[in-house]
């Protein structure tokens, strides 16, 4: 395999300036509560020295054990192995990169790339970058465990001579920590990580075209990737951004989950925050019960149906002492890491998907997040699939985003004038809709 090491990612300094970390002032320098406490469970210490490989996390491929000496760099290829993937049209390979953690130490990340069956065009393979959803937060969540599993619609991609690439984003897949739940500049800084990393290894044949495409958790990654892109990675053209259902408007969201089916997404966010910015930045114990300060190890247990069950028990009042939008250090990290704070716009084009139905995202905060970036000088399109739920509108929403996305590549004009059809009556706006954007009833 050849490997192209040199990029253009600058220096640290320099990228913190113009990327993520120029915008949060969220900094914590120690390790987290979340992190400390696995690994006095585990019985586990942090090496003395980095003298010898990081072993693969219990019950996962030898392959997802990190080298004791990494780039030192993010974007930066590591390894890969070619794996199994029954009813793809491409052949996929798992593979390790380096990206940052929010304390600027560089990390090893894993994840997935599908290489289509026609051969590369000239100037290589168009990459689109999915951003997956919540899966749960820890290593045997990681989507590239399971490559047939890991992107929906895939092969309506690979069929068009695209690229996929899949971020397990740190904390899933490579040890140690947890996930960093919605903490949504380090998803996408490892997103687009990823997209850099192929682009010097041979065997991709990569292009610096590419399109971020996410849903749920993965939306509001799409929304940060559309917000940190051109300035994060400049040598990469960033052709459009799609977030379906992207989570925003915080507060409200809050409000709205407490009481819903998917309450645990609190408690997992409160313990991805502390993960990423740590107890100087996000002292779990100013927002939870000691009650959920003992449940903390339930996130290294199991994945989505695990935590859902095992937490459904606890009513949100036996877990949660105070709103933390009234706990001025969580108030300023939920802000922080809320798309509908973004206060520039870029020229990146953004498509918004979402079903009238979905009871996890409340349709409002959508048409609040599109009408707050129209007015920042954004150029926003938003399709409303009428009946669907939160991820049952990715099937029927596929071919006219595959549209989209093919217009991004060829340059067409933005908004694009296509109308969606993938069912009848969906509600298509943009920024010049007369009225601003408004949702139909379910």
């Known amino acids: 395999m050849t490997i192209d090491t040199a990029h253009d990612i600058g220096s640290t300094a320099t990228r913190r300036q113009r990327g993520r970390r120029a915008m949060a002032a969220a900094r914590w320098g120690g390790v987290g509560l979340v992190s400390a406490l696995l690994l006095a469970a585990c019985g586990s210490s942090t090496p003395s020295a980095a003298s010898s490989a990081t072993p693969a996390p219990k019950g996962l491929p030898a392959f997802y054990s990190v080298p004791a000496s990494l780039p ?37 990340v894993s994840g997935l790339v599908f290489v289509p069956k026609t051969p590369p065009p000239p100037g290589g393979y168009r990459e689109v970058a999915w951003s997956h959803g919540t ?148 002292p779990l114990s100013e927002v939870t019960t000691p009650q959920a300060l003992k449940l903390v190890g339930l996130v290294k247990q199991g994945c989505y149906n695990y935590l859902q069950q095992a937490l459904d028990k606890y009513p949100t009042s036996t877990l ?29 084009p953004l498509l918004m998907i979402q079903g009238t139905a979905d009871g996890q995202i409340p349709p409002i905060s959508t048409q609040l997040l599109a009408t707050h970036l129209c007015a920042i000088g954004a150029e926003v399109q938003r399709w409303m699939y009428p009946g669907q739920h939160h991820a049952q509108v990715i099937g029927p929403s596929t071919p006219d985003m595959v549209n989209w996305i093919a217009d991004r590549f060829a340059g067409q004009p933005t908004p694009d004038p296509y109308v969606p059809h993938g069912q009848p009556n969906v509600l298509a706006q943009d920024c010049a809709t007369p009225g601003g954007f408004t949702t139909p009833a379910p």
């Not at 990737?225 to 990469?236: D, E, N």
């Not at 002492?321 to 704070?341: C, I, M, Q, R, S």
Request: charged share 10%; glycine share 10%.
């Open 135 to 282: 899966n749960g937060m820890t290593n045997q969540c990681a989507p590239s465990l399971s490559p047939s599993q890991a992107v929906p619609s895939i092969n309506a991609l690979l069929d068009k001579g695209w690229e996929v690439t899949a971020s397990d984003y740190q904390g899933e897949g490579t040890p140690p920590g947890v996930l960093a739940y919605l903490v949504g500049g380090l998803a996408a800084e490892n997103s687009i990580d990823l997209v850099r990393a192929v682009q010097h290894v041979a065997l991709f044949h990569a292009s610096p075209d590419y399109v971020v495409w996410g849903h749920s958790e993965g939306g509001q990654t799409a929304m940060f990737a559309w917000y940190i892109g051109p300035s994060y990675a400049p040598s990469l053209h960033m052709a459009g951004v799609v977030a379906g259902a992207p989570p925003s408007q915080f507060k409200y969201i809050y409000a709205a989950l407490k009481s819903s089916p998917y309450a645990f997404y609190l408690y997992m966010a409160a313990i991805g925050f502390n993960e990423a910015y740590g107890n100087a930045k996000a």
């Open 72 to 108: 030192s760099s993010p974007g930066v290829f590591v390894k890969d192995a070619q794996v199994a993937a029954p009813g793809i049209d491409g052949t996929a390979y798992r593979i390790m990169y380096t990206s940052e953690n929010e304390q600027g130490k560089v990390v090893a």
């Open 320 to 348: 949660v002492t105070h709103d933390p939008f009234t706990v001025p250090a969580w108030k300023t990290l939920l802000e922080a890491n809320d798309p509908g704070a973004f206060t520039a716009a870029t020229k990146v």
